[in-house]
């Protein structure tokens, strides 16, 4: 297993902060305002199409068509694109698991497993130990994008992206002040989201944000069992929504089918063997009876994601798993780190590593498919209790609280595997690390729109083929 290297642990909290302080020397705090990309820069379309490589096919150009919906919608997609930017440049030295994929959309709201509502980051495929700040540059670019969208102000902007910053650096400093263990079983739960709205925000927007709250709560599995699944003459089963949503037996001939079922099958009972006993005995009272192909997400579409449908005591007792396809993390190449055996242990490790309350039936596994080829799967309920911003229907104060709370979210990820002191300690108690990530959010942004654009051009030009869906 790759962990973050953390060569502080063993020195006194005063050496852990010199040793901050001297990653200074290494990339001075200034530094991390630059962007400037010169000619040996990679071909962006290029990045984006060795993914799609390794991806479904037939499923590639609905890839492409939701990345050119809107440059926040590439930017989304684009996260190989702004690995190999990030690699180049001046870092810090001061390692952390990174989630990998840090924008705004991937922090919502989510069921701890003792069913409290909690505010963490969700999407963690691209997960992978790296400097501490690259996730934050990657939040922060977000915020202006998605600012930029709403035709805010510049000065609006930056102020998202100064909420967002300034509250992952004081957070860091209130966690360097902390015992171990207090910092690992720090969370965001509703409590502490309710201090902060009633201390932030206006009774508009304290309403829409308990009406958000009160939604995630109704997004239950229960609920996403009513609508993709139906009763048939075999019983319960998952309903075609082709091309986002196609039964297995749909997809493939009757011996292919026959195959792949059972390949398929192997994945739920190996799988099984990555949960604690206790939770592997609960799974072993469910049945499976269908699975399905899922297109997912933005950037995921085209990696293999199915649907699983198990039933316990009868037709209305359901578990729904959905088992995606890991692969190679996009920060893998530009750190250093050493490779894993299996990615979705890779994604499950960091994502037990960083988020308070995982899913209680995240696991991994890995399958043979008809092609010959062994792949990575990491497995977790389809959905329980996820509430998801809508950053296009918020105004600008609304946007910045959003900011302040992901920002101390991404904060608490990074105390409980990287060093909270040291990495204070680098930031400092000024504002000088959030003003130089305020320029390059901007910078960065101004190089999303000119990707987004090269990818419709390249959509124009018959390069690459795009699918509205």
């Given amino acids: 297993m790759t962990t973050p290297n953390t060569p502080t642990t063993s020195l006194t909290p005063a050496e852990r902060a010199a040793y901050g302080k001297k990653a200074r020397e290494r990339a001075p705090r ?18 984006i199409e060795r993914q799609s490589a390794t991806r479904v096919p037939e499923l ?16 989304r997609g684009a996260a190989a694109i702004m690995a190999t930017d990030l690699g180049p440049l001046p870092d810090s030295g001061l390692e952390v698991q990174l989630c990998g994929d840090a924008h705004l959309l991937n922090f919502r709201l989510l069921a701890s497993p003792e069913r409290h509502l909690v505010f963490d980051i969700n999407d963690f495929d691209e997960t992978f130990p790296g400097p501490f700040e690259w996730d ?23 102020d998202a992206v100064r909420a967002c910053v300034s509250s992952y650096r004081e957070r860091m400093r209130q966690f360097a002040g ?29 309403r829409r944000t308990a009406q958000a709250t009160k939604k995630a709560r109704s997004r239950t599995y229960m609920q996403a069992f009513e609508k993709l699944t139906r009763i048939t003459d075999e019983g319960r089963r998952l309903t075609p929504d082709p091309p986002l949503i196609t039964p297995l037996k749909d997809l493939l001939t009757a011996r292919e ?12 009972e190996t799988y099984a063997r990555s949960l604690p006993p206790e939770r592997r005995y609960l799974l072993e009272r469910y049945r499976l009876v269908d699975m399905a192909r899922k297109v997912v997400g933005v950037g995921s579409v085209g990696t ?15 578990l729904m798993l959905q088992a995606k396809e890991a692969q190679e993390s996009v920060l893998a190449a530009h750190t250093g780190g050493a490779p894993f055996d299996n990615q979705g242990c890779r994604v499950v490790t960091g994502q037990r590593l960083i988020q308070t309350s995982s899913d209680i039936f995240l696991g991994w596994t890995h399958v043979l498919g008809l092609d ?26 609304l946007l910045t609280f959003f900011g302040q709370i992901c920002g101390a979210s991404l904060a608490r990820a990074h105390a409980r595997s990287g060093d909270p002191i040291a990495i204070a300690a680098y930031m400092g108690g000024g504002d000088r690390f959030d003003r130089a990530l305020m320029e390059f959010a901007q910078a960065y942004a101004d190089r999303n729109e000119r990707d987004f654009e090269a990818l419709g051009e390249a959509v124009r030009s018959g390069r690459v083929t795009a699918t509205d869906l």
Avoid at 304 to 318: F, N
Wanted: hydrophobic share 35%; glycine share 6%; with cysteine.
């Fill in 30 to 47: 200034s530094s991390q305002a630059s962007f400037v990309t010169g000619p040996g820069r990679p071909d962006p379309i290029q990045v």
């Fill in 60 to 75: 590639v150009p609905i890839r492409y068509g939701r990345m050119l919906e809107s440059p926040f919608r590439f930017y």
């Fill in 136 to 158: 934050v540059k990657r939040l922060a670019a977000s915020f202006v994008i998605a600012a930029r969208a709403n035709g805010f102000s510049s000065r609006e902007q930056d």
């Fill in 178 to 206: 902390m015992r171990t263990l207090d910092v690992w079983y720090a969370q965001d739960d509703t409590d502490r989201m309710r201090h902060l709205l009633s201390a932030s925000m206006d009774k508009e927007e304290r």
């Fill in 257 to 268: 089918y026959d195959v792949q079922a059972k390949e398929l099958t192997s994945v739920v």
């Fill in 304 to 318: 293999r994601c199915w649907i699983i449908l198990l039933l316990g005591r009868d037709d209305d007792d359901p």
């Fill in 372 to 397: 010959g080829r062994e792949r990575d799967f990491y497995v977790r309920q389809l959905r329980d209790w996820k509430g998801i911003a809508r950053p296009d229907t918020m105004g600008p104060d």
